[in-house]
């Protein structure tokens, strides 16, 4: 069974530039998260998608992240602009969907953004 | 709100010695999962070991056993026979069964293993 995919794996931007990370989760996912980690720390949970909805962005920061999940598959995650903070590893997961024990996320290797 | 608590950082072990690695929780929650993962340098969080709080008894997977004492919210990670291939960075996470697996993590505790 083929892994949740993410690309690029390595990106370097300047500030206020913008930039897009791709997610192919596990086929038949119905659930995909996008976590941001920043270094030295945990993952903080950005957005979580059921099928191509959006079930909680109360993490987003709004003013600059946007996220889509068309077609309820693949996903890409933008920010634009960034700013210097926004230098982190953005990991996708993905589970099957539903509630209760048998949901386990699946993540992938994640993007490492740095912003200069 | 949910919080996952490591106070360990950085922890070290020897080749073939056991080692623990701590973590607390803080919920309102009654029904609710914990988890350990492990990132190695590659960076993909790989599942170690899980517990469903309404379970009293301890997840134990091969090598890796928890202490789960709820009452304490308390979540220990127990690595046996520690490998080399075990060194990386260890994170415990929480999820409410209500939450659609949605987790909160801690920040993280870097084991190394020294031959």
């Known amino acids: 069974e083929a892994g949740v995919a993410q690309s690029p794996r390595y990106k370097i931007i300047e500030k206020r530039q913008s930039v897009a990370f791709w997610c192919n989760p596990i086929?038949?996912?119905?659930?995909l998260y996008w976590y941001q980690q920043i270094l030295g720390q945990g993952p903080k949970l950005l957005i979580q998608f059921q099928n191509n909805g959006v079930v909680d962005d109360s993490q987003l920061p709004k003013d600059r992240f946007s996220a889509e999940r068309l077609k309820g598959v693949d996903s890409t995650l933008k920010i634009q602009p960034a700013k210097l903070e926004d230098s982190a590893v953005y990991l996708c997961?993905?589970?099957?969907?539903?509630?209760?024990?048998?949901?386990?996320?699946?993540f992938g290797q994640g993007t490492r953004l740095t912003v200069v | 709100a949910q919080t996952v608590t490591q106070s360990q950082p950085e922890m070290s072990v020897q080749e073939a010695e056991t080692v623990t690695l701590s973590c607390t929780y803080d919920?309102?929650?009654?029904?609710?999962?914990l988890f350990w993962y492990k990132q190695p340098p590659s960076r993909q969080m790989i599942l170690v070991i899980r517990?469903?709080?309404?379970?009293?008894q301890n997840a134990t997977e091969n090598r890796f056993s928890v202490n789960f004492q709820k009452a304490a919210k308390s979540f220990s990670l127990k690595i046996s026979d520690s490998q080399l291939g075990d060194a990386a960075m260890y994170f415990c996470?929480?999820?409410?069964?209500?939450?659609?697996?949605?987790?909160?993590f801690g920040g993280g505790t870097r084991l190394m293993v020294k031959p």
């Open positions: 996470a929480y999820t409410a069964y209500n939450a659609g697996n949605m987790l909160t």
């Open positions: 086929s038949g996912h119905a659930t």
């Open positions: 997961a993905s589970s099957p969907g539903g509630r209760g024990f048998d949901t386990e996320a699946f």
């Open positions: 517990q469903e709080a309404y379970k009293q």
């Open positions: 919920t309102s929650e009654s029904d609710y999962y």
